[in-house]
T-cell receptor, first 114, second 112 residues
Framework: KAGVTQTPRYLIKTRGQQVTLSCSPI?????VSWYQQTPGQGLQFLFEYFSETQRNKGNFPGRFSGRQFSNSRSEMNVSTLELGDSALYLCASSYGLAGANIQYFGAGTRLSVL | GQQLNQSPQSMFIQEGEDVSMNCTSS?????WLWYKQDPGEGPVLLIALYKAGELTSNGRLTAQFGITRKDSFLNISASIPSDVGIYFCAGPDIGSARQLTFGSGTQLTVLP
């Protein structure tokens, strides 16, 4: 069974640009959660999507958004990039809602904002 | 939300030594998860604990769900070089059980 796939693995953008990251969950998993990981703040929850609906949202500005498609694949978008958005963005999938099910992580997308 | 305090922040040990790390919470958890993250990769689930007092092993790894439900421990026996990485504890937020809260991680370095 294939794991969680995130693309691209690396991205370099400049301030003010926008970026879209993609996540393909494990087959059969309907929940996709996104996390931001930085050395200073650790792993922070961004949002969770289940059955194409956002079910939960972390404490991030509106520049961070996402969506989920009918095949459970998810995309995350960050608009008007800031230097502080440089981070490893991780996607995790679970069979059911994240709070009650084990989450499996992808390898992440490393975003560098210059 | 809940806070998870993980300690130690980093450890340097000799190959073959045993390692112990722990995680404490200000509130009660119903599930404790331990993940390991290798450099440049996402976290990988090591052990999941579901009951207070539960002791679970996965090879050289052993984890325990504390009796008070506010803490958990991870032990690694006879460490080897591939044990290097960051170990995270995590659990679902008890208030809503809708998201995972992660500890700050323990960076483990194994010296040959």
């Amino acid at each position: 069974k294939a794991g969680v796939t995130q693309t691209p693995r690396y991205l370099i953008k400049t301030r003010g640009q926008q970026v879209t990251l993609s996540c393909s969950p494990i087959s059969g998993h309907r929940s996709v959660s996104w996390y931001q990981q930085t050395p200073g703040q650790g792993l922070q929850f961004l949002f969770e999507y289940f059955s194409e609906t956002q079910r939960n949202k972390g404490n991030f500005p509106g520049r961070f958004s996402g969506r989920q498609f009918s095949n459970s694949r998810s995309e995350m978008n960050v608009s008007t990039l800031e230097l502080g958005d440089s981070a490893l963005y991780l996607c995790a999938s679970s069979y059911g809602l994240a709070g009650a099910n084990i989450q499996y992580f992808g390898a992440g997308t490393r975003l560098s904002v210059l | 939300g809940q806070q998870l305090n993980q300690s130690p922040q980093s450890m340097f040990i000799q190959e073959g030594e045993d390692v112990s790390m722990n995680c404490t919470s200000s509130s009660i958890f119903n599930t404790w998860l331990w993940y390991k993250q290798d450099p440049g990769e996402g976290p990988v689930l090591l052990i999941a604990l579901y009951k207070a007092g539960e002791l679970t092993s996965n090879g050289r790894l052993t984890a325990q769900f504390g009796i008070t439900r506010k803490d958990s421990f991870l032990n690694i026996s006879a460490s080897i070089p591939s044990d290097v990485g960051i170990y995270f504890c995590a659990g679902p937020d008890i208030g809503s059980a809708r998201q995972l809260t992660f500890g700050s991680g323990t960076q483990l370095t194994v010296l040959p």
